[in-house]
């Protein structure tokens, strides 16, 4: 027993556990799942379908912070990726072109890569402290983003570009998206020696350097890699809304994202990370906005709620330290 | 004789178990420079810290000007006379000179800082020990010998009773040195009592007064400089090794052949003065010498971790820029720092992963080792060197000393080096441990392998190696093959007096 | 060969040479740049001078504090919702949201320093709480109408030329003063610096650490709620979403003005000049009338980029070779 309580996902899986309880307390159908037209409805599903975007940032945020990083400049990523896309479908004489979305999502991504291989660089490369490296980008890059919509929301009516936010055999087509990106993160960082390798730089890295482990090819891979799930993540929006939105788009993402990081057992000063934990993580906080929603609070209040789980989380390890020293100088 | 300004008596402290200083007496008496000088472990720092207030210890009393003292901060320490300065400036590099003189007593006019008078105040108490200087220039501007003359500046200006010097000058270059001494010895004049600490036999012997030699935790003694021999010392410092070590097997075997590195001329300013060394396939080459005498240098020389500003390296009769780890590991070298844990494990790693860790990093992050390999190599090198608990998925964190240094042993000969550099890696483990890394060492070198060992024991580098080379303050002195006739006593006598054999 | 002295201004003396140059170019450029225009620099971002001041200490003791805007957003909101709502006096009520400023800056501090929590970490749940509770007391701005908040916001003071400046214009140079003053010529100041030099350093020279760190985040706190009640001011309302970025832009002119933000280095003058370039790069964009709002980030951004790279050049430099 005692070791089902020691796993690390333990108390994280009884918070979304009670989240839930929460709202099938207030809305008893809560748990239900219908099917409407072929394809499923129900809270849950509206969690998995608002949640995957976070749950992407989050997972190239894990990385990043596991190698002792940080990046602040994914909602700026976000905004960009979405307005590349929609940008370019908007200019297209077939909106409804499967090929002209099939570059757009490619030049989404693209952009979304370069973007992250300049904080990788910088930080890696050039030495900048990466909150300081990243601030650059969070504050150009929704700049950025304007000036590519022309600080208009580009709306778009593209029946292949949808799809992303669409439903595939019943399922939300972003739950799989997401699903597939967590299994391909998981299979590249433990079936390769990524994850081992990132987990040394982030754990010591002077250590690092002694084995010869060239830890900066490691971080920019890092860093592209969070800016990369940033920008499916950020096509994802703006195919839900089926418009770019630069001012707003990806707002606040990076704070969440973060939040749902440290939630899942990763430690801000790198070294060991956990995909699970942060899956859950982001769930939590999905949940957490869902469950605001449901107790009738406006949407904007859940910052309160999410600051009181910042502070329970930043207490816990303050709490156990102060447990284990009563311990050690009882025995 | 005058009244000691400062006694200790009985000085104990323990930590979790372990104990760090038993029982010991320390004097200092007003105007003059008291060396304090012992091995690692022996004790030096932990007393330092109870001087200044950093630890409290478990038994014993300080007296200062003949009243019972207790010290229970460095802050409190500072008001009651006793004034630190440290191997790093503990100073703030970016205010000016005359802020780090002052702060926290700056001069005030009607409550605010009175500027004009306190960077005239600075520039006298800075001339006072000889230093001409622009005192509103940030102290970063100025060399680190310079920071080191205006902590102490500082220092003085704060309480003048006793100044404890820990380690000043291993970073200063002899010119450098030369005019600490000087500030030294007008402080002497003015009636400072100087605590100081360093690991160079010279320095002592030029400068200090009184010696009191610390050895695992104990007083070794307490002599008047000039009534010391150096042989002398430097036997109270390293002691009698420890007995109770399984005898080892004859391995002498004389080295032939071309070297499988040689370093020609290699050096690194502040650090180590340009030496030659050879190590053959075959060979254990072991590095004796005080610490702070340049061993470590050596080795991360050899490695790449630092890099050499003179000379060049030979790996099998070919130059090889060794600029980096990556550049000498790809050479086939190994390196074991002494500093297991900031430079050598992972801690929140398991043991398994530490172990492959730098095979891994060789193989880059494309291609993993498959998971049978790993387990092989991992289960392979436990059994071998016995590490334990052969539980491969703990925390390298949870294991003991030895068991630690044997995991990062593992992780080297994972990668099969044909050079194997060593640094203190028998130190802080237990006995049994100890008997079987040396063995290991024997085993290795006989399969091929050469060694570098780097060791503070003098009778571990005198069992292992085939030649030894003696170091002394920053030089690689002397380089003699190991013989019946060399004993720990021939070592030492080339540590004291810095001769080539 | 520059003095060390010099060099540690390089990047002040940088930002007061291209704050110069946008000045001249706007007066040759635009008919309408007049004296008045250098005011209304003043008059446009007197909050963000004052938030950039409390981060200034912050950064240079060399911390951070992302909860900036969202606690300037809070204090207008609470104001408005207590003038108004409940019928407070007005001028009780500012006095009210400057102590909750402060107290919450303490509160921040006390967690960063005692509980040995990343001040990144901290202050965001600072910014999530404050910002949250916001739309708490209302998802809609509350618009205040009273004669004393209505009198400072008008009042204005003829200077020469037919041009004028606010009231609370003057209340922002004002802060400037005093913060100056306090970093300069109080011991707080210089402990400040000492902090963020090196906080190991700062403890053996017997710098009173924890005092320092919490008062700095006071001071954060304070400035932060006072540019809320500069906000008020300028707009006679209450906003939920007001101050959302303020940090960065902070931040962004604190950089720019020359702190480095690792701490120890910098001062509120220079910050003063990062704000005026701030504020000049939105004065031309908006009299060049062609280029839009957006370009103010990408600028921003950009000044960040290059200011950040200058002082890394510069660190680099000053860093003697590794022993």
């Not at chain 1, 998995?48 to 997972?59: C, I, Q, R, S």
């Not at chain 2, 006379?81 to 191997?87: E, F, L, M, N, R």
């Not at chain 2, 392979?380 to 294991?399: E, G, T």
Request: proline share 4%.
């Amino acid at each position: 027993m005692s070791s089902v309580i020691r796993h690390r996902l333990f108390w994280p899986l009884v918070a979304l556990a009670l989240l839930l309880l929460v709202n099938l307390f207030k809305k008893p159908d809560f748990f239900a799942i219908s099917v409407i037209n072929g394809n499923l409805h129900g809270s849950l599903i509206d969690i998995a379908l608002n949640g995957a975007p976070l749950m992407l940032v989050a997972l190239g945020m894990t990385l990043v912070i596991a190698t002792g990083g940080i990046d602040l400049s994914v909602g700026s990523v976000v905004a960009i990726s979405g307005a590349i896309a929609c940008f370019y479908i908007s200019g297209q004489p077939d909106q409804n072109s499967l090929s002209a979305v099939l570059i757009a999502v490619a030049l989404a991504l693209a952009a979304s890569l370069v973007l992250g291989a300049w904080n990788g660089v910088l930080v890696a490369r050039f030495g900048i402290q990466p909150i300081i490296a990243t601030l650059i980008l969070l504050v150009a890059g929704r700049g950025i983003a304007q000036l590519i919509t022309s600080g208009q929301i580009i709306t778009i009516n593209s029946a292949p570009y949808k799809i992303i936010s669409g439903f595939w055999l019943g399922l939300p087509v972003v739950v799989p998206i997401a699903a597939v990106m967590v299994g391909f993160t998981a299979l590249l960082t433990r079936r390769t020696a990524l994850g081992l390798l990132v987990e040394s730089v982030g754990g010591n890295a002077e250590a690092s350097r002694l084995v010869g482990i060239r830890s900066a090819t490691l971080k920019i891979m890092a860093y592209g890699f969070s800016a990369l799930c940033a920008g499916i993540a950020g096509l994802m929006v703006s195919s839900n809304i089926s418009a770019a939105d630069g001012n707003s788009a990806g707002l606040w993402i990076e704070l969440d994202a973060i939040l749902a990081v440290v939630i899942g057992g990763t430690s801000l000063l790198g070294g060991r990370f956990y995909l699970g934990g942060t899956v859950i993580g982001a769930l939590i906080i999905q949940s957490l906005t869902t469950t605001i929603l449901t107790m009738g609070v406006p949407s904007q209040g859940t910052m309160v709620f999410k600051a009181v789980v910042v502070i329970i989380v930043c207490l816990l390890p303050v709490i156990r330290k102060v447990r284990s020293t009563r311990v050690e100088a009882t025995s | 004789m005058t009244e000691p300004v400062l006694e200790m008596k009985g000085i104990s402290k323990e930590f979790s178990g372990a104990r760090a200083l038993v029982g010991v007496d320390f004097r200092l008496f007003p105007g003059e420079i008291h060396a304090l000088m012992g091995e690692n472990g022996a004790g030096k720092s932990t007393l330092i810290k109870v001087l200044t207030g950093v630890y409290h210890p478990d038994a014993g009393q300080v007296t200062l000007d003949g009243e019972v003292v207790r010290i229970t901060s460095p802050l409190q320490a500072q008001k009651a006379g006793i004034s630190t300065v440290y191997q790093e400036v503990n100073l703030c590099t970016n205010l000016s000179v005359a802020e780090n003189v002052f702060l926290g007593r700056e001069p005030r006019r009607m409550g605010a800082i009175h500027w004009a008078r306190m960077r005239s105040d600075a520039a006298q108490l800075v001339r006072r020990v000889g230093l001409e200087l622009d005192v509103s220039a940030p102290l970063g501007s100025y060399p680190l010998a310079i920071q080191q003359l205006v902590a102490i500046v500082r220092a003085v200006a704060i309480s003048a009773k006793v100044l404890i010097l820990d380690e000043p000058t291993s970073s200063l270059d002899r010119s450098e040195v030369e005019q600490l001494f000087a500030v030294m010895r007008r402080l002497k004049e003015q009636g400072v009592a100087i605590l100081f600490v360093t690991h160079f036999l010279e320095q002592v012997y030029e400068i200090c007064d009184r010696v009191t030699i610390l050895r695992n935790g104990a007083l070794v003694g307490e002599h008047m400089v000039a009534e010391l021999e150096r042989k002398r010392l430097v036997q109270l410092m390293i002691g009698k090794a420890l007995g109770e070590l399984e005898e080892l097997t004859e391995h002498i075997r004389p080295a032939v052949g071309k070297a499988m590195i040689r370093a020609e001329g290699l050096g690194r300013n502040g650090a180590i003065a340009p030496f030659n060394l050879d190590v053959h396939a075959g060979e254990v080459v072991g590095l004796a010498g005080l610490l702070g005498s340049g061993r470590t240098e050596v080795a991360r020389l050899l490695f790449g971790a630092d890099h050499a500003d003179s000379g060049k390296v030979l790996i099998d009769g070919e130059p090889a820029n060794l600029r980096t780890p990556n550049a000498a590991i790809e050479r086939s070298i190994a390196f074991c720092s002494e500093n297991r844990r900031a430079e050598g494990l992972v801690p929140e790693l398991s043991v398994r992963e530490n172990m492959i860790l730098a095979l891994q990093a060789a193989r880059g992050w494309t291609r993993p080792l498959s998971t049978e390999k790993r387990d092989e190599l991992v289960a392979r090198y436990m059994k071998a060197l016995d590490i334990r608990p052969s539980n491969p998925d703990l925390p390298v964190s949870s294991l003991s000393g030895g068991n630690q240094q044997k995991v990062l042993l593992a992780r080297w000969l994972i990668t099969q080096p044909r050079l194997l550099i060593l640094d203190e890696p028998t130190r802080g483990i237990d006995i049994g441990a100890k008997t079987e890394i040396q063995k290991l060492v024997v085993e290795l070198s006989e399969g091929g392998m050469a060694v570098l060992f780097i060791s503070a024991e003098l009778e571990e580098v005198l069992r292992l190696s085939h030649t030894i080379g003696v170091l002394r303050d920053r030089q690689l002195v002397s380089q003699i093959a190991n013989a019946p006739e060399i004993n720990a006593d021939r070592i030492m006598e080339i540590i004291a007096s810095g001769a080539p054999a | 060969m520059m003095s060390p002295a010099m060099r540690r201004r390089l990047p002040a003396v940088v930002t007061a040479t291209l704050l110069v140059a946008m000045i001249v170019s706007g007066y040759l450029r635009y008919p309408k740049f007049d004296g008045q225009a250098i005011y209304d620099l003043f008059i446009d971002n007197g909050f963000l001078l004052v938030a950039a001041i409390g981060a200034t200490f912050v950064i240079l003791s060399g911390g951070i504090d992302l909860s900036v805007g969202a606690v300037a957003g809070f204090s207008t909101m609470f104001a408005a919702w207590l003038i108004v709502r409940q019928g407070w006096t007005s001028w009780l009520v500012i006095l009210i949201v400057l102590a909750i400023g402060t107290l919450a800056g303490l509160l921040m501090g006390a967690a960063i320093h005692y509980l040995e929590i990343q001040p990144f970490i901290v202050t965001l749940a600072g910014l999530f709480l404050f910002r949250g509770l916001c739309f708490v007391i209302d998802d809609n701005s509350i618009s205040i109408r009273d004669p004393f908040i209505a009198g400072i916001a008008e009042a204005r003071f003829q200077l020469p030329g037919g041009t004028s400046i606010t009231l609370s214009a003057f209340i922002a140079i004002a802060v400037l003063a005093v913060a100056a003053y306090v970093l300069h010529y109080m011991r707080f100041g210089r402990q400040v610096y000492a902090l963020g030099g090196s906080e190991q350093s700062a403890l053996l020279m017997g710098v009173p650490v924890a005092r320092t760190k919490l008062a700095v985040y006071a001071v954060s706190g304070f400035c932060s709620a006072f540019a809320g009640v500069l906000y008020i001011f300028y707009i006679q309302s209450g906003d939920p979403s007001i101050g959302v970025g303020l940090e960065l832009d902070a931040i962004a002119a604190v950089v720019i003005g020359g702190t480095l933000l690792t701490g120890g280095t910098g001062t509120v003058l220079g910050t003063l000049l990062g704000v005026l370039v701030f504020g000049m790069v939105k004065t031309i964009l908006n009299f060049e009338g062609t280029l839009s709002s957006w370009w103010v980030r990408i600028f921003v951004g950009s000044l960040l980029l290059a200011f950040i790279l200058l002082q890394r050049l510069m660190v680099a430099r000053k860093t003697p070779a590794p022993a």
